[in-house]
């Protein structure tokens, strides 16, 4: 995958740079379904702060990709959504349900370590 | 056809237009002075005729009296109109009622047609010519004024709708990472819009991890206006916001429940002070989260 995907503490961590294509997308969701396994995470967070469009298929993955994580055993968080970004996915009526959402690292880590601390709520 | 083209066509004129107010002019300009004082006396119950002719100044008059000299035997219409213009204007931002304007005119005309009668009573075709002239000239003058006065009135209206806009959104902090939002009257679609673009770039800008929306003071609460506030909602959340709806009253809330809207993703509370009691609690969870995520270990 041309992402990096950073570990923290038992969190796999990936800052989207620019708009990924839809293949990659894929392989992306891919590859930290498998990591979260094999690194035993349990957390994923998605730093998408230095995206200016999130259309419908990357909403769409990311969800299914929160989804696949958490029958994994693990949480994802989707950080750093911009407000014109939140306001175009709400006007076309894209949604993150199931997934966490925080403005920004930080707090998305802390919204993971809480999730996680008790995986069976 | 723009506003502007029908203006400057209504104000080419016609080669017998001109005559007609060429031949106005003959008498009239001889006897301007006299006019003028003439006039004077009226101006008390008129005020708009001084400007008509002149003006309070002796210099004002002066100008006037050339700019109307040169419009009428030169065809340069535009100095004389534009300084009428100009009255309109400031009729307009003082807020002077525009029918005064049609008082002088008609006190203009019943001034002016008896000096045309008194010089040309033996030349029949030269006095018709003569007073249509007068009806030209005050038409134009009418038209001239007219135009600047509603273009200066909506200019007035634009830039009020700027000012309430701006006003009818306001995003408060309250304290840090809670913001208020009090929203008052109806709420259109533009206006929603608009509510949740600056709360959106007001979350971020503050970091805020809590919002209050309150809607006590919007009178009717309909499924347009529900979808709008669910949309606010769930982009604000997005972006890792919490945000609680107060205020909805009694006879709102059995509409949007007669309505059978499903509003699971709004978080309704009763009044403002529970908002913001429920806001401080979302806040203390967030920051009681951010202290719990501090104490961990980097070691696992």
Same mark, same amino acid.
């Given at each position: 995958?041309?992402?990096?995907?950073?570990?923290?503490?038992?969190?796999?961590?990936?800052?989207?740079?620019?708009?990924?294509?839809?293949?990659?997308?894929?392989?992306?969701?891919?590859?930290?379904?498998?990591?979260?396994?094999?690194?035993?995470?349990?957390?994923?967070?998605?730093?998408?702060?230095?995206?200016?469009?999130?259309?419908?298929?990357?909403?769409?993955?990311? #969800?299914?990709?929160?989804?696949?994580?958490?029958?994994?055993?693990?949480?994802?968080?989707?950080?750093?959504?911009?407000?014109?970004?939140?306001?175009?996915?709400?006007?076309?009526?894209?949604?993150?349900?199931? /997934?966490? /959402?925080?403005?920004?690292?930080?707090?998305?880590?802390?919204?993971?370590?809480?999730?996680?601390?008790?995986?069976?709520? | 056809?723009?506003?502007?083209?029908?203006?400057?066509?209504?104000?080419?004129?016609?080669?017998?237009?001109?005559?007609?107010?060429?031949?106005?002019?003959?008498?009239?300009?001889?006897?301007? &002075?006299?006019?003028?004082?003439?006039?004077?006396?009226?101006?008390?119950?008129?005020?708009e005729l001084g400007s008509l002719?002149g003006g309070?100044?002796?210099?004002? =008059?002066?100008?006037?009296?050339?700019?109307?000299?040169?419009?009428?035997?030169?065809?340069?219409?535009?100095?004389?109109?534009?300084?009428m213009?100009?009255a309109?204007?400031?009729?307009?931002?003082?807020?002077? &009622?525009?029918?005064?304007?049609?008082?002088?005119?008609?006190?203009?005309?019943?001034?002016?047609?008896?000096?045309?009668?008194?010089?040309?009573?033996?030349?029949?075709?030269?006095?018709?010519?003569?007073?249509?002239?007068?009806?030209?000239?005050?038409?134009?003058?009418?038209?001239?004024?007219?135009?600047?006065?509603?273009?200066?009135?909506?200019?007035?209206?634009?830039?009020?709708?700027?000012?309430? #806009?701006?006003?009818?959104?306001?995003?408060?902090?309250?304290?840090?990472?809670? =913001?208020?939002?009090?929203?008052?009257?109806?709420?259109?679609?533009? #206006?929603?819009?608009?509510?949740?673009?600056?709360?959106?770039?007001?979350?971020?800008?503050?970091?805020?991890?809590?919002?209050?929306?309150?809607?006590?003071?919007?009178?009717?609460?309909?499924?347009?206006?529900?979808?709008?506030?669910?949309?606010?909602?769930?982009?604000?959340?997005?972006?890792?916001?919490?945000?609680?709806?107060?205020?909805?009253?009694?006879?709102?809330?059995?509409?949007?429940?007669?309505?059978?809207? &499903?509003?699971?993703?709004?978080?309704?509370?009763?009044?403002?002070?529970?908002?913001?009691?429920?806001?401080?609690?979302?806040?203390?969870?967030?920051?009681?989260?951010?202290?719990?995520?501090?104490?961990?270990?980097?070691?696992?």
């Amino acid at each position: 995958v041309s992402v990096p995907i950073l570990e923290h503490s038992g969190t796999l961590i990936v800052s989207l740079q620019s708009e990924p294509t839809d293949a990659e997308f894929i392989d992306l969701e891919a590859e930290l379904t498998e990591r979260v396994g094999s690194s035993r995470a349990r957390g994923v967070l998605i730093d998408v702060s230095a995206l200016s469009v999130l259309d419908s298929f990357a909403t769409r993955t990311l #969800r299914e990709m929160a989804q696949a994580v958490r029958l994994r055993g693990a949480r994802a968080a989707i950080v750093g959504i911009q407000p014109d970004v939140a306001f175009a996915m709400v006007q076309l009526g894209l949604s993150l349900d199931g /997934t966490l /959402t925080a403005l920004n690292l930080e707090d998305g880590l802390s919204l993971l370590n809480e999730a996680t601390a008790k995986p069976w709520q | 056809v723009t506003v502007d083209q029908q203006y400057r066509a209504s104000t080419q004129l016609t080669e017998a237009e001109l005559n007609a107010l060429r031949e106005f002019w003959q008498v009239c300009e001889p006897r301007y &002075d006299e006019l003028v004082t003439d006039i004077a006396a009226d101006a008390h119950e008129h005020p708009e005729l001084g400007s008509l002719l002149g003006g309070d100044d002796p210099s004002d =008059l002066e100008r006037t009296h050339e700019l109307l000299t040169s419009a009428i035997m030169d065809g340069d219409w535009s100095p004389y109109l534009a300084r009428m213009g100009d009255a309109g204007v400031r009729y307009a931002e003082a807020g002077l &009622d525009f029918t005064a304007w049609f008082a002088a005119g008609r006190a203009l005309r019943s001034r002016l047609v008896p000096l045309m009668v008194e010089a040309l009573s033996d030349e029949a075709e030269r006095l018709a010519e003569a007073v249509r002239g007068v009806a030209i000239l005050i038409d134009l003058v009418l038209l001239a004024v007219g135009r600047s006065y509603i273009s200066a009135k909506e200019r007035i209206i634009t830039d009020q709708q700027a000012v309430l #806009r701006e006003l009818s959104t306001p995003v408060l902090e309250l304290r840090p990472g809670l =913001l208020l939002v009090p929203l008052v009257g109806l709420i259109d679609s533009e #206006r929603a819009l608009l509510l949740t673009q600056q709360l959106l770039e007001g979350v971020a800008a503050y970091r805020a991890k809590a919002v209050v929306l309150d809607i006590t003071g919007v009178p009717a609460v309909d499924s347009a206006v529900a979808n709008h506030l669910m949309q606010t909602v769930q982009a604000t959340r997005l972006m890792g916001a919490h945000t609680l709806i107060s205020g909805l009253s009694a006879e709102n809330a059995q509409t949007l429940v007669r309505l059978g809207l &499903d509003l699971g993703p709004l978080n309704t509370v009763g009044t403002l002070a529970d908002g913001v009691l429920q806001a401080a609690a979302i806040l203390a969870a967030a920051e009681d989260r951010a202290r719990r995520y501090q104490a961990i270990p980097t070691e696992q």
